[in-house]
């Protein structure tokens, strides 16, 4: 069931992280996050840990999402240690990571959500900034147009780290459904946007 809301399913903060791989070391890298990365942050308190690879659009090629029940989580002690003392294979892959842009995120209610944790098959994601008068312009289209929108799993953050001050989500499971999908909220001033549709690959919750 898919259902307006303001309080989502896995919490309100979200830490993005983009990046493209030499192709040498992508065959390592979701078993490292399986093994590694996503077992350590689920232990201290994050809700859900996913990976996707990007099937059109622009941007880099590789998405991690973690979610958590807010941004307090990613500035406190239990993960700020797991930063501070990589393994050797964690500093190698961050060492590793090409182009890469990281992103906390605090959500923007309402959201459109869906009944069960964690991520859908296919999400398409929106970084971009807005400007002045168009700020207010992009959440009232959001409320104004929420009634005429294919109901979606759809999610509005504000950067507060991060070199995009706005970050939507989009999610399906079925890629047809999300093809030429829009929020109806064409802002003049929106600049440096990025656009891209990516599969999830692997999950932990």
Known sequence: MIK??????NGSGLLAIFCDLDP????????????????????IGFNSCAS?????????????????DNITSLYDRPYQMLRENRSPLDTKFHKSFINPSRYILTLIPPLIEKDHSGFLDYV?????????????KYHSNFITNINN?????LRRYITVE????????????????????????????????????????????
């Open 24 to 43: 040498k070391d992508q065959k390592e890298f979701h078993p490292w996050l399986l093994n590694e990365m996503f077992p350590a942050r689920l232990k």
């Open 52 to 68: 996707f690879e990007k099937i059109s659009g622009e941007g880099q090629k590789f998405l991690t999402l973690y979610e958590v």
């Open 149 to 153: 929108l294919d109901l979606l799993p």
């Open 162 to 205: 991060g070199e995009h001050d706005n970050f939507t989500i989009i999610e399906v499971e079925e890629i047809n459904k999300i093809i030429g999908h829009d929020i109806d909220n064409k802002i003049s001033s929106s600049n440096n946007k990025i656009d891209a549709l990516y599969k999830r690959e692997i999950q932990q919750l």
């Open 4 to 9: 307006l809301t303001d309080k989502p399913a």
């Open 124 to 136: 398409k994601i929106t970084r971009e900034n807005i400007t002045g008068a168009d700020i207010q």
